[in-house]
């Protein structure tokens, strides 16, 4: 994953360099055909050096021009919005920008040979410049356009492979943390021990082991999965884990009732609930309390799990199952989720994940 992330890294810093090189080329191949356009339209009495010395600087306004088109649409992030609001916009600023690159070229020929001032603001001159200006915006528009998408899709296929793969680790280590041999053999033993005691609840055992595998295997290709069904298995491994730990684990659920058709990352609440039970309620020898809360308000989702115990930094280091989910959230949502571990007054830990109710607009299999 560290090689994906840094040549990803790579590539995003050589974006700038390509946009320089694709600006710089394009434009000196500008300059090359309209001098030997005007060159063999003007015939042999033109006065070369300075046909060559508008010819660049006429360049020169493009470069500029087209350099502050890039940093307004990248501003108002225009590139993002769907065609039919896209091509109206930018059909406006090529029509404004090529107006003031006509009447640019017009002042600077005036300037280098002279010419009267009538000619400066003569319509017809006005208008054939602006027709070429537009042709010429227009095909570097239309490139623009071809390779911010072009880019736009790779980087997406990016985010794409290294989501399938980060969600694929932590399906196979939650999987591997559930059917881990001393959780196995120990749910295995308690059901010896039921099914002679209390056959109905070795019955019950047996169903929250078979639906917490299924969940497993089933999730395993999803990177969203609805809530409610993280909840249902959040709750089998909870079951089970009681049974284990008995009058040691008590557990306490505040779940809001219009949060349940809302999908998360697989995995995500049982990150956080594995992580109370290891480096919390596993660690006291009373044991302790989960309390688990979960809440939509404002377009935005809160999954909360407090646990008795204290953060302990290199036990927060070495954890992996709060680092995978961190980088999953990262990869679907970007910077607007959020997951903080921290100790709280009364000796509590509290693990809090903040997430958005939509993700981000890139392509994500559910």
Excluded at 124 to 147: D, G, H
Excluded at 236 to 256: G, N, Q
Excluded at 258 to 278: H, S, T
Aim: glycine letters at 6%; charged letters at 20%; proline letters at 4%.
């Amino acid at each position: 994953m560290e090689t994906i992330g840094s040549q990803l890294d790579h590539a995003g810093l050589s974006n700038g360099k390509f946009y320089w090189y694709c600006q710089l080329g394009g434009w000196s191949i500008f300059i090359v055909f309209e001098f030997f356009l005007m060159l063999a339209l003007s015939g042999k009495k033109t006065n070369v050096p300075i046909m060559a010395a508008g010819v660049c600087l006429a360049a020169l306004y493009g470069v500029i021009a087209t350099h502050l088109l890039h940093l307004y649409l990248r501003s108002r992030r225009w590139l993002q919005l769907p065609a039919k609001k896209l091509m109206p916009r930018l059909a406006g600023v090529i029509v404004l920008f090529a107006a003031v690159l006509a009447e640019l070229g017009l002042l600077t020929n005036s300037l280098l040979v002279h010419l009267p001032l009538r000619q400066v603001i003569d319509p017809r001159s006005f208008c054939i410049r602006w027709i070429m200006q537009m042709v010429v915006l227009v095909t570097w528009m239309t490139l623009y356009v071809a390779m911010h998408q072009l880019q736009w899709r790779r980087e997406a296929e990016g985010r794409a492979f290294r989501l399938e793969v980060v969600a694929q680790q932590a399906q196979l280590r939650g999987l591997r943390a559930q059917l881990h041999p001393h959780f196995f053999f120990n749910c295995l033993n308690d059901l010896r021990e039921l099914i002679a005691e209390d056959p109905e609840r070795a019955q019950q055992m047996v169903t929250r082991l078979a639906g917490l595998m299924r969940y497993s295997l089933r999730t395993n290709h999803s990177e969203l999965v609805l809530l409610a069904d993280e909840v249902l298995a959040v709750e089998d491994y909870l079951a089970l884990e009681v049974i284990r730990f008995e009058e040691r684990l008590r557990v306490h659920w505040d779940i809001a009732m219009e949060v349940g058709n809302i999908r998360v990352p697989p995995m995500l609440l049982q990150a956080l609930v594995e992580n109370a039970l290891k480096h919390g309620i596993a660690r006291r020898p009373q044991g302790g309390e989960i309390r688990i809360a979960i809440r939509a308000h404002d377009l935005r989702m809160e999954l909360e799990v407090l646990n008795n115990g204290e953060v302990r930094e290199e036990l927060f280091a070495a954890g992996i199952g709060l680092r995978n989910a961190q980088e999953r959230l990262s990869l679907i949502y970007g910077e607007r989720a959020k997951i903080a571990l921290e100790n709280t007054a009364g000796g509590w830990v509290r693990a809090r994940v903040t997430l958005p109710l939509t993700p981000n607009p890139i392509e994500v299999r559910t």
